[in-house]
């Protein structure tokens, strides 16, 4: 069973909260999107470092949004599929400041062969998959994450879904 | 389906237990972290050596010619060590040893208005995807045209001639994205990463580029048949796809 968010990413903010509490929050998730989207354990800290960078640098805006968990995701999703990048010397410079950073763990054969397959899909369908399945999020998060409609979200999921039902059989029976 | 559902949940539900137990590093943990992945690129060179003999057909043809746009055919680009040629590649339904190409379509609608299709093609050695290549339709105007569009628009876009196309690339540390296009409709867009890759990674992506760039026209007629009936049938480019 996968473990679902118990409260929606898309959410108006009472409040602005500082970039430290907001990165020690979502880091440990959004590196986790990275990893299941870029496939590389190395990739997915620089990605998420890259994107946390750029939400850093314009926090002032950003911290304003109805949702800067959906903005992060959003920057994530958009260039992790098919990229792996790496680390750029701002990127590190974060890390530096923040005091902090974040691997992504070891996994079993089966878990890594049901990303890659994932990541065979067209990249919004990869997107939509694992925002719903890694992340948790209801389709209507994912439409507002991905600045897209809700039937669109729906459309990609079910044909991701035919997809990967094809690509894990043909694994399996390797 | 069921099966499918179960099986993404049991993989969502292991990474997450497991970052839910990885620890947060220092600053300290993470020099030497940096120090091991220099250990790790050396591996994934080996790829890279691979990858440099796919392309050094296609090098050694395009850097003979009087410019970019060479006269070397895309049959003529073969690989070493059992891959199958490169000209192969967008072909829907190829077995190639060595390589896995994935060829799907998608749609796309926005909140704002307009609609967007694509027949993609994936380049995976390895579980690593190396290139991807798309064609797309796109409403004008609309929202995804801002986007589709953006190499057009941004700074630092390099123009070039591929064969005798315009285009447009883009890098941005190991990615290299080029754009070639002939209607303010359609979009072409081929995307290589190379960081895995040795040598020149420029050289790689327009080597790559240089070998598909004359099939154009069959992925044109494969995406059309894609996607056919989704309401984008003033996609049709206004110019050939030819020289």
Not at chain 1, 36 to 45: F, K, N, T
Not at chain 1, 147 to 166: G, I, M, N, W
Not at chain 2, 32 to 47: D, E, K, M, S, Y
Not at chain 2, 182 to 195: C, E, G, M, Q, R
Request: net charge negative.
């Amino acid at each position: 069973m996968s473990i679902t968010r118990e409260e929606p990413i898309v959410q108006v903010s009472s409040f602005r909260e500082d970039f430290e509490t907001f990165y020690r929050r979502e880091l440990r998730s959004v590196t986790g999107l990275a990893y299941v989207l870029s496939g590389s354990p190395s990739g997915a800290d620089d990605l998420a470092q890259d994107a946390f960078l750029d939400a850093y640098r314009n926090w002032d805006k950003i911290s304003a949004y109805d949702s800067p968990e959906a903005w992060v995701r959003r920057v994530v999703s958009n260039r992790s599929v098919s990229r792996i990048r790496r680390r750029t010397a701002e990127a590190r410079a974060l890390v530096r400041l923040r005091g902090s950073s974040f691997t992504v763990p070891e996994l079993s054969p089966d878990v890594l062969a049901t990303w890659a397959a994932v990541r065979k899909l067209p990249e919004r369908q990869a997107q939509v998959v694992a925002l719903r399945y890694y992340d948790g999020a209801p389709v209507s998060d994912i439409a507002h994450i991905l600045d897209c409609t809700e039937s669109t979200v729906k459309t990609h999921l079910e044909r991701a879904r035919q997809t990967l039902s094809k690509l894990l059989d043909e694994g399996d029976s390797k | 389906m069921n099966k499918l559902e179960d099986r993404l949940n049991h993989a969502a539900d292991r990474t997450q237990t497991a970052i839910s137990h990885q620890e947060v590093r220092s600053s300290s943990h993470v020099r030497v972290r940096h120090q091991r992945r220099r250990t790790g690129l050396g591996v994934v060179a080996v790829i890279g050596v691979t990858l440099t003999f796919v392309v050094t057909g296609a090098l050694i043809n395009s850097e003979a010619g009087s410019d970019a746009a060479s006269d070397v055919a895309a049959s003529d680009v073969q690989v070493a060590d059992g891959l199958a040629p490169l000209s192969d590649l967008p072909m829907i339904g190829t077995s190639l040893p060595g390589w896995e190409i994935g060829a799907t379509s998608e749609e796309d609608s926005a909140d704002g208005g307009g609609l967007r299709t694509a027949l993609y093609y994936t380049v995976v050695n390895d579980d690593t995807v190396f290139a991807k290549l798309w064609i797309r339709g796109i409403t004008e105007g609309s929202v995804y045209e801002t986007d589709d569009r953006l190499l057009l628009d941004e700074a630092g876009v390099e123009e070039l001639t591929v064969r005798g196309h315009d285009a447009r690339m883009k890098v941005d540390g190991d990615d290299y994205d080029i754009v070639w296009r002939d209607s303010p409709t359609v979009l072409i867009h081929l995307a290589v990463n190379t960081a895995a890759t040795t040598g020149s990674g420029r050289a790689i992506a327009l080597a790559f580029a240089d070998s598909l760039v004359d099939l154009t026209p069959e992925i044109w007629a494969d995406y059309r048949r894609a996607t056919e009936g989704v309401g984008l049938a003033d996609n049709t480019p206004t110019t050939t796809f030819g020289n």
